[in-house]
Structure formats: C-alpha cells, structure tokens
C-alpha cells in the first residue's frame, strides 16, 4: 500500500486548517454552554480556562480521515468510536459525568472499533513463533484502547503536554506505518499531528484555552486504534514493544502512577499532584520548561521506537534495555514512583498560570 507523498501533505494541512479555524468557536462555545475549567488545589492554573479545545482536534482530524481514506474496515471503526468517545468526553466537559459514565462510553467505542477490526490476533513469542489469542483478543485489545486513552487523559495537566505528547507519538507512528508500508494509517498519524499543530498555538503557555476531556480521549482513542491497526500487526519479536516505547509518556507515567497508589494503599483511581509534570515542577521547572523537557522525553521514546524498526534483534533488546535503565532510574530520582519530595532549587520566576 502506498500513497504520494501529496496525499500525506493535503491530509496534514486539511486537518491544520480546520482545527485552527475551530479554535476560537469552540472558545465561545465552551463559555456559552459553561465548559469551564475552575481552579483547584490539584491544578496548575489560577484562571477560570474554557475546556472544549478537543473540538478543534476532532474537526480537524475527522475532516482530513474523510478525504484520505475510505470509511470501512477499522478506520470505519476509528471514526465512529472516536466520534463516540469524543461525545462521551465533551459531555464530560458540560456536565461532569461520573467515572463510571465514562468508562462505559470509553468501553462502547472501544468495542465498535474492535467489532469494526482494530483487533490484535497474536502476540509474539520472544522464544520461538506466535502466540494467537484467540479468545483473548477482543478483550486484550479492548483493554489497551480504554487502557491508552485514559493514559493521555492523565498527562494532560499541563499546558499543551497532551498536545506535544500526543502529536510527537502520532509523527512517530506515521514514520513507522510508511517504513512497513502502511499508507493509511500514515496518512491518519499525519491527520492527528495536523490537528493537533492547529490547537497547540492556543493551548500552549499561557493556553487561552484547554482540549478538555473531549480531546484528550480522543487523541488516546485514536492513538491506540492507530497503534493496533499500523504497529502491531508485524511477527517481529520487537513489534509487541514499539507501540508501548511510541507510548511511553502517558503509558508509563500511568504505570507508575498505579505502582504509587498501591504502594500508599489508596484506590488506582484517586488523584495525586506526583505525576511526571507535578514532580518537574517540584523540582523548580517551570511550566514551559516542564513541558518542553516532556517534549524532549517523548522524542526520545518516538526516535526509540523508529530505531526498532530499522535494526536486528540484538541491537534491538540493547536499545530496549537502554531505555528501561533510563525510565526507571530517572522515574526514581524525581520521586514519580514514591511520591516522596525531592532536594530542589527554589523556582525564581513566576508563570502567568501558575
């Protein structure tokens, strides 16, 4: 499957386009129907923040999904689930669902995906061949959608994080799909990183406005359909890693917030102010600085993970490893596995949002 490299260039710019030109309406919306985000001890922001951002992302990508690809198959499934659990999320930002409101509509558009063939059939065998999941399959795969889209919920607590995160994961994917021929889910990650570089100029910092749940969880829904569809599908030993590493922000900053909160023996769900952009700022990052530092961490999983592809098995484990060694020691230095405070110089500038 291939496509010209105009094609991948009018996915990009359509879904620039239109998510830039939604913006500001989705800015008026948001105040019009009360999606607001208030202050709070947990938060970085001291200003009341409009919270339909998501709108613009999801715009821009469904606008660009239609003129790149037919809607059949799983990408049928990608933008119907998406446009359920972006509906799910913008009623979130209105009315403030219960969680277990969300959860059912993350699980419901998760399921049309999978129904519509984003599903994983076989794992690879490290030892020798396949694993085929058979029966596990659907609920493997159900349980990484709903799994990645409320991971990118979670690290969206700064300004643009979520965003930057996501967009550099999305360009990650897209040059993994065009190495093993996936022009389709190519043209998508191109889509995503387009409307995701339409919404960053307001949402970085200061963000005059936020994505809201509406886009976080549907930047994590589309990533992890995108994941299974163009990632997953070689019988490489190292294909069962390289949606993870593409990932590995919000997979890993969930992981060890999940590890903290058994260790202090509060419920999984609980929030806390110890993930990886509360701890930066624990340190005396900045809020830009925090974010770019993020930026930078992401940069290293997507080129980790591009690396993958290209090399032998040997040099593949060395890089994996590598890359563990730096997550788990870094993760222990600024205290995201524990939770504990951390020695830091005192912060001696001050940020418009806090």
């Known amino acids: 499957m291939s496509a010209h490299w105009q094609s991948y260039l009018v996915a990009f710019i359509i879904a620039l386009v239109v998510a830039r030109i939604t913006v500001p309406l989705a ?3 948001a105040f019009k129907l009360g999606a607001v985000d208030e202050p709070d001890a947990r938060k970085v922001h001291t200003n009341i923040m409009p919270r339909l951002g998501g709108l613009a992302i999801f715009a821009g990508f ?8 037919q809607a059949q198959g799983p990408y049928l499934g990608i933008i119907i689930g998406g446009i359920i659990v972006f509906a799910v999320g913008a009623l979130d930002d209105v009315f403030s669902l219960s969680p277990w409101a969300k959860l059912a509509g993350q699980i419901m558009a998760a399921a049309v995906a999978v ?15 396949l694993i085929y999941l058979g029966k596990l399959s659907m609920p493997l795969t159900l349980l990484w959608i709903v799994g990645v889209t409320n991971a990118v919920n979670l690290v969206d ?4 994080l979520a965003a930057g995160v996501s967009g550099i994961a999305a360009l ?9 021929g996936e022009a389709h889910v190519a043209l998508l990650c191109l889509a995503l990183v387009g409307a995701v570089l339409g919404f960053l100029p307001y949402n970085f910092h200061p963000a005059r406005i936020f994505m809201g749940d509406a886009g976080a969880l549907f930047l994590g829904f589309v990533l992890a359909c995108l994941a299974v569809v163009g ?7 190292i294909s069962l ?3 993870i590493v593409v990932l590995g922000i919000p997979v890993f900053d969930t992981f060890f917030a999940i590890i903290r909160r058994i260790n202090k023996k509060v419920p999984i769900f609980a929030p806390d102010k110890n993930h990886l952009h509360h701890r930066l700022m624990a340190l005396g990052f900045s809020h830009r600085q925090s ?3 993020i930026y930078g961490i992401s940069v290293i999983f997507g080129g980790a993970a591009v690396a993958l592809t290209y090399v032998t098995s040997p040099q593949a484990t060395l890089i994996l490893a590598l890359l563990l060694v730096f997550v788990v020691i870094g993760a222990t230095r600024i205290g995201i596995v524990t939770g504990r405070e951390v020695k830091h110089k005192p912060q001696i500038y001050t940020d418009i949002h806090g």
């Open 172 to 180: 990650s994917m897209g040059i993994i799909a065009l190495q093993q």
């Open 291 to 293: 974010v770019l530092i």
């Open 27 to 29: 800015r008026k919306l």
């Open 115 to 129: 129904y519509c063939g984003v599903t994983v059939h076989f794992m690879t065998n490290p030892f020798d061949g």
């Open 241 to 243: 890693f390289v949606p």
């Open 62 to 69: 469904v606008c660009a999904a239609a003129w790149a690809v």
């Open 157 to 160: 607590g700064l300004d643009g």
């Open 231 to 237: 990632l997953a599908k070689s019988a490489a030993v």
